[in-house]
């Protein structure tokens, strides 16, 4: 199946396929920590999360591509709750698509943190909460390659649908081609859950979807592993628009 590529001229919304071919420059990284909003803007925006209809939170999120790497900042937030949760997770990949450090926090209503870093050529994670002295620490047999797919961010999902369609889909004269049914295994770790899995994307093909601003007709992705199945809607931007979690009746679309 043939996919229009000439507005996009495999740059500017797939520029995080650079991040993963490794062409990006091969700068070495600060030794300090980044500086926010540093580099080229790739996507920013919000998304809307509905459950039986009702929005139920809005995750607020932006993804920038620096010199050495990307950042990728997002912020969760409960609606129409009492007290409102908030949480938010930077997470920092290298030239290479490998997780350099990710740091999740919960703000309210209480208060945790969270860190996910390479110890040699496995990744570590330390967590602790505002009732505990003592941290807690989990080393995990994964490669810095693996993919976080932490709860309720869902701009992780459009990083691993990204990395799928620049990995398993070809660029022919200026045109994206992908197959159908075509699937690929990623590795998982999702940090709140302190687990990992491995995970099936696949491209279904095309679907006209009514959304706020009318019907669009969007690329249509499934991410399956064994805790449920993600569909996933891009445009031909490659920006996340919807999502749907299968079994859960809850719905995910971009504001």
């Known amino acids: 199946m043939k996919l ?51 929005r139920v939170g809005t995750e607020t999120f932006s993804i920038y591509e620096t010199s050495y790497g990307s950042i990728i900042e997002s912020e969760f937030k409960t609606e129409n709750t009492t007290p409102v949760s908030v949480q ?7 030239a ?3 997780i350099r450090h990710y740091d999740w926090k919960e703000v309210s209503p209480e208060k945790a943190e969270s860190v996910v870093v390479p110890n040699d050529e496995f990744l570590n994670q330390k967590w602790h909460t505002e009732l505990e002295t003592k ?17 309720y961010f869902f701009i992780h999902r459009e990083l691993l649908a990204w990395k799928y369609l620049q990995g398993d889909c070809k660029v022919d004269k200026g045109m994206m081609q992908c197959t159908p049914k075509q699937r690929a295994q990623f590795g998982t770790l999702n940090p709140r859950q302190h687990t990992s899995a ?39 931007k490659f920006m996340l628009m919807r999502v749907n979690v299968l079994g859960e009746n809850t719905i995910v679309e971009r504001d």
């Open 88 to 94: 938010t997770s930077v997470l920092q990949l290298n």
């Open 198 to 236: 491995p995970l099936a994307a696949e491209f279904i093909g095309r679907e006209v979807v009514v959304l706020k601003s009318g019907p669009q007709d969007l690329l249509k992705l499934e991410l399956k592993n064994d805790s449920g199945t993600w569909q996933l809607w891009l445009n031909d």
């Open 96 to 98: 290479k698509g490998e």
């Open 135 to 151: 941290e807690h620490e989990q080393p995990y047999l994964l490669p810095p390659s693996t993919n976080v797919l932490d709860d």
């Open 4 to 54: 229009s590529r000439r507005r996009l001229a495999f740059g500017f919304y797939f520029a995080m396929a650079v991040v993963w071919c490794g062409a990006a420059s091969a700068a070495p990284a600060p030794k300090d920590k980044e500086k926010q909003h540093e580099g080229k803007e790739i996507d920013s925006g919000s998304f809307g999360v509905f459950q039986g209809g009702h």
